[in-house]
């Protein structure tokens, strides 16, 4: 067969928007190394993994859910509504803590339910749904204990979350290694991840070839209600309390930011699940430079801020 | 008004409708305290700091954008009011008034210039403009200065019996109501927001009139910023948290289209004076949870979008 | 001899991998109604874009009324004087009708306010110029597509248009609206105003054009009035070759008619345009649809591969009434469609070729939800093969190839899934020639095969070459059933005029 170029071929600024995330990533964190004091050293290290540890979860869902052309503004109440509940079974119900887990886990997945289907069969846009369910979610958790913090004193969920496999890797670490592994190869190599991409990027189109596109939709925002739901027990073991109010707030935004620093366009069509791994690292790795060198906490705000301008105007096509 | 489409009509006079519901349900199961001149002047006085917001949100989004940084610009606000009151009281107005259009035009820059999709673009400004609030006062409220009671009247006083945040807030939806329907600027926002490539094709500067939606909407939120340092007698660098969302809630239930081109302020309006209603009533009755009041909101928030709904839109007929 | 309006001089555009335009003159003069004609891709609407300031050209020159112009925006021809009608409608659907004809030109008073009565005034003289009565007052989504089409022209009026473009302009309109439209244009002519008229449908050309600029792949090839030209010698110059030759041929051997059948339609109604369709296919036919733009041809594919639902009749597959209401669920019995718009419902357009033929067969090439890339790349390989698709590899994504290429790849992803009946809408739309006599030469291959295959196509020479029997479309209903000697473009022609009933 003669070989024939494309006629668009790549271009340098296709190659920075794919690069980009990690190169902001490394200079954050020789910016670190350098201005913070014992960075390097593998403590400090691991406490900006643990810490973002929610972060990076969630945003795993949310990249799903942008790639198909959706948002979802409702996880940071998914999370205290997940959190409360699983408190709640747990202390005054007396389940066990599994038990209590997939009780938050479904409950969690039922709000998601609710946002697939209002998105994928109503076709209401996703921005108003999510919202919908944000207020309703968060509403309900104050609701369920009347706005007050249930106070874990149960040592095994204390010990839960000190865990680690094999002696050495903290349980959070290798459960973001197994998610990011697990959410990269789903997107990469099944049949689902095509399907994902294919409703994001023409919806009509997918349609037209047999995809059933609300399936897709539906599970997309269930799978990312229960990341958020799972990584609402973790954050419940790791504060051992669980606050209805202020669980998850505002943390749909630090995900949406680290998929779209990450490079995944808003549009849809498209998912970068290592990219927006380092758009969330980067994310908290400003946080923990702000939080290390004694700076007011409000400097990170304005420093992320300037980074999601600034890799969004970098990463624009055309 | 016969060029008001009757489509508006029919969706501002439903949430009008279903407005005097709720004071009818408000004052049978209430009765005087409700119709107590003071509960009113309460409502109206509380509504109307988010009442601005979502009269300029109303702009926005029927310019076919949405801001987020709303509550961080009315924070931002706040606090540079009180700062500035030790100037002068009408320093502290003028100045914030046009801190809050300087900032609303920054929203408008990165959206029309450097095309960043509204959400994002929103959402990192909502950072910065918290951040600037927390460092300008190191997260402490910071009190009006003493002398300034004129200024604080602002936020407490009344004109001719009615609170002055009140008379703000409807003389905003006034002077809105006018220039969304009768001015250039006003229609040409609704055109980009309907069809932007055909208003683009028809002569409209489509990237300066969606600035100027953010612009005024950002002088709005100077505004409300004013109001709450009056009212409270100091800046709030962490109060209007989450007023982007329950300002957002109040458009939509009022009516206007998150897809742009289709609303009315006044529509607005209504859908404000809703939301102040029932948090009013769940206050009322003081039995209920205040964290329901979210919970009702959000149930009418759906049902604002189902009323919207139409089923050629459903899922598997829209091919 | 009459002023000129435009006058465009080499007028040359490329854009990456293509010359649409080179070196093409173009002239209007007042007063007088000129057809642009050419295939697809000859570079009409390139040629459009230029004149009306959306693109700007490469090299070349404008003169508009003797004056030069260099136009940057679509904003700054209008104010030269040079308006289009687009066949998309672009205007603002919720404001109203007069609304619509004074935005970013109303009269303000004090405070800037609009003088909603001078507007209102202006509209309903302008409507009142194109002899329509209406309440200027409604929203424009209130109206159909043919007076939006209308306030279109009353805007470019109110503008002072000198000369207006109209792309297809009657592409969405019934006969009578295009009665209508041609009657206003003759008047508006009278009145001096001059129109460039963009159509497909020769006939139309005849009817209503004094003067012809034909063009064929992106060159110029000549000016001509219209009382020069018969139908053949135009169409001979749009393709470049003697039209006699490919008009009237049909396939050697006609129908036996002894087909077993595979699918049959029985009164097909879907509410809008059908008015009840009902025909049969038998194994290993291929079946044209002949009729105007709107005439339901579309409409029954879509229902028939369920993308879309009839509101009365009933579908056979093998003689067994079945209903579908999704289309994964006609894939499930071997049906496949090509659809009309590549763009928004075909391709897939981030994902690679690869991926973009292998989404009907995702299953089939996993297990247990894990796609085989060996399985993958394989089929995507043998496709490419054997339908000749060009590409840089079976990665490139679909977006940034050909038309001609994007539409093999979506027959490729059908072909693949074993199809016993194929839908194609238009699958030669925006394709090279070279392509399209590929596709061609493919379905006919696969009817051999036993493939039954369903086509719409508004090119009836196409028809007419790879088709056993052709249905005539008219509002909804087939007219017509040719099969053998019967099947001619003079025979299609007439029964879509209304003579000659065979129903």
């Known amino acids: 067969m003669p070989s024939i170029s494309p006629v668009n071929p790549e271009t340098g600024r296709e190659r920075l928007r794919t690069y980009a995330p990690f190169l902001v990533l490394l200079a954050i964190l020789a910016l670190n190394a350098l201005v913070t004091p014992n960075f390097i050293q593998t403590g400090t290290a691991r406490n900006m993994l643990l810490q973002s540890f929610p972060i990076i979860i969630m945003s795993l869902g949310m990249a799903m859910v942008i790639a198909t052309g959706g948002i979802d503004i409702s996880v940071g109440s998914i999370m205290a509504i997940a959190s409360i509940v699983f408190a709640k079974l747990a202390l005054d119900l007396g389940m066990g803590i599994v038990a209590a887990a997939v009780a938050a886990l479904a409950i969690s997945a039922l709000f998601g339910a609710v946002n697939g289907l209002l998105v994928g069969y109503f076709a209401f846009q996703p921005i108003v749904v999510t919202l919908v369910t944000m207020m309703i979610g968060r509403g309900a958790a104050a609701v369920i204990n009347d706005g007050k913090i249930v106070t874990f004193y149960d040592s095994n969920l204390v010990d839960f979350g000190l865990y680690q496999v094999l002696g050495v890797i903290p349980i959070h670490i290798f459960i973001i290694v197994i998610a990011v592994v697990v959410v990269f190869l789903l997107v990469r190599e099944t049949v689902f991840g095509i399907y994902l991409q294919a409703v994001g990027d023409n919806l009509r189109a997918a349609r037209l070839v047999g995809v059933d596109t609300f399936r897709i939709i539906l599970s997309v925002y269930v799978a990312c209600a229960c990341l958020a739901g799972f990584a609402a027990i973790f954050e419940t073991a790791r504060l051992a309390s669980a606050d209805a109010i202020n669980l998850g707030k505002l943390v749909e935004m630090d995900c949406i930011a680290a998929v779209a620093v990450g490079g995944t366009p808003m549009r849809g069509g498209e998912v970068r699940i290592l990219s927006t791994l380092a758009g969330a690292l980067t994310m908290q790795a400003i946080t923990t430079m702000v939080n290390m060198n004694d700076i007011p906490y409000a400097y990170s705000l304005v420093i992320k801020s300037v980074i999601i301008i600034v890799a969004l105007t970098v990463q624009k096509e055309k | 008004m016969a060029r008001l489409s009757l489509l508006f009509r029919e969706r501002t006079v439903r949430t009008a409708l279903f407005l005097l519901a709720l004071l009818l349900f408000a004052w049978l199961m209430y009765g005087e305290v409700f119709l107590n001149l003071l509960n009113l002047r309460n409502v109206l006085r509380q509504t109307s700091m988010i009442g601005l917001i979502a009269l300029g949100m109303t702009l926005v989004i029927v310019g076919g954008g949405i801001d987020l940084s709303v509550g961080a610009m009315t924070a931002l606000a706040s606090v540079t009011a009180a700062y500035l009151s030790r100037e002068s009281g009408w320093m502290a107005i003028v100045g914030t008034i046009i801190l809050g259009l300087l900032l609303g035009l920054l929203n408008g820059v990165l959206v029309a210039v450097l095309r960043i999709v509204p959400f994002i673009a929103t959402l990192a400004t909502m950072m910065t403009f918290r951040g600037s609030a927390y460092l300008l006062t190191d997260i402490k409220s910071i009190p009006v200065a003493p002398g300034e009671k004129a200024f604080t009247q602002i936020g407490r006083g009344y004109l001719l019996g009615a609170p002055l945040p009140a008379l703000v807030f409807v003389g905003a939806l006034g002077i809105l109501y006018l220039f969304s329907v009768s001015t250039r600027p006003g229609r040409q926002i609704f055109a ?25 909407l950002g002088l709005l939120c100077g505004l409300s910023g004013i109001i709450l340092t009056a009212r409270l007698g100091a800046g709030q660098p962490v109060g209007a948290e989450g007023w982007e969302m329950n300002a957002i809630a109040a458009v939509l239930i009022g009516g206007t289209l998150l897809s742009g081109g289709v609303g009315s302020v006044v529509g607005t309006f209504f859908g404000v004076l809703i939301l102040g209603l029932i948090s009013n009533i769940i206050n009322l009755n003081g039995e209920i949870n205040a964290f329901w009041q979210r919970i009702v909101t959000g149930v009418l928030l759906l049902g604002a979008v189902f009323m919207q709904w139409r089923p050629e839109r459903q899922g598997r007929e829209k091919l | 001899m009459a002023e000129r309006v435009i006058e465009m001089q080499g007028i040359s555009k490329s854009f ?342 292998a989404i009907t067969n995702l299953p089939r090439l996993s297990w247990r939800g894990v796609v085989s890339r060996a399985k993958k790349l394989a089929l995507a390989e043998d496709y490419i093969q054997r339908l000749n698709i060009r590409a840089a590899g079976p990665r490139q994504r679909i977006n940034t190839m050909s038309g001609g290429n994007q539409q093999k790849a979506i027959l490729a992803r059908w072909l693949s899934t074993s199809p016993r009946l194929i839908l194609l809408d238009e699958p030669t739309r925006g394709i090279d020639v070279g392509a399209r006599a590929e596709i061609l030469d493919l379905i006919r291959r696969l009817a051999g095969e036993g493939l039954s295959v369903l086509m719409v196509s508004s090119e009836w020479g196409e028809l007419l070459e790879v088709c056993d029997r052709i249905l005539v479309y008219r509002d909804g209903r087939v007219l017509a059933s040719l099969v053998g000697e019967e099947m001619t473009e003079d025979r299609i022609i007439a029964t879509i005029a209304g003579e000659g009933r065979h129903a």
Not at chain 3, 191 to 208: I, N
Not at chain 3, 277 to 297: N, P, Q
């Open chain 2, 192 to 216: 980009i927001g309907d069809n932007e490539e055909a208003a683009r094709m028809m002569g409209v500067n489509v990237a300066w009139t969606k600035i100027l939606s953010y612009a005024i």
């Open chain 3, 16 to 357: 990456p991998g293509v010359r649409a335009l080179d070196q093409v003159d173009f002239y209007l003069e007042e007063g007088e109604i000129h057809a642009l004609v050419g295939e697809n891709g000859a570079g009409k609407s390139t040629l459009i874009k230029v004149m009306t300031g959306m693109y700007t050209a490469d090299a070349g020159e404008i003169r508009v009324a003797g004056e030069r112009v260099r136009p940057r925006s679509v904003f700054q021809m209008q104010e030269a004087g040079i308006s289009t009608i687009y066949q998309e409608i672009n205007l603002i659907p919720h404001m109203s009708v007069s609304e619509n004809i004074a935005l970013a030109r109303e009269k303000t008073g004090l405070f800037g306010r609009i003088d909603w009565r001078e507007a209102r005034e202006r509209a309903r003289s302008a409507m009142a110029r194109l002899g329509l009565d209406l309440d200027v007052d409604q929203p424009l989504n209130r109206f159909s597509t043919a007076v939006q089409q209308m306030v279109a022209i009353a805007r470019a009026l109110s503008l002072k248009a000198r000369a207006v473009v109209m792309d297809e302009p009657t592409s969405s309109l019934n006969e009578g609206e295009i009665t209508n439209l041609f009657r206003l244009i003759r008047d508006l002519r009278d009145q001096g105003v001059s129109f460039v008229f963009v159509s497909h449908k020769l006939r139309e050309v005849f009817d209503l054009c004094q003067t012809v600029t034909v063009l064929r792949d992106g060159r110029l090839v000549g000016h001509y009035p219209i009382t020069e030209l018969d139908h053949f010698s135009l169409v001979s110059k749009m393709i470049g070759r003697d039209a006699r030759g490919i008009l009237g041929r049909h396939r050697d051997g006609t129908d036996k008619g002894e087909r077993k059948r595979f699918c049959e339609l029985n009164g097909i109604r879907d509410g809008r345009r059908l008015q009840g369709v009902s025909f049969a296919i038998g194994e290993g036919e291929i079946l044209g649809l002949a009729g105007l733009l709107g005439s339901g041809r579309t409409e029954t594919l879509r229902i028939l591969f369920g993308a879309e639902q009839p509101e009365a009749g009933e579908i056979r597959l093998d003689g067994v009434v079945t209903r579908f209401n999704y289309p994964r669920e006609a894939i499930a019995r071997h049906l496949a469609f090509c659809p009309e718009d590549r763009k928004v419902e075909g391709i897939i357009p981030s994902l690679s070729l690869m991926d973009n033929i």
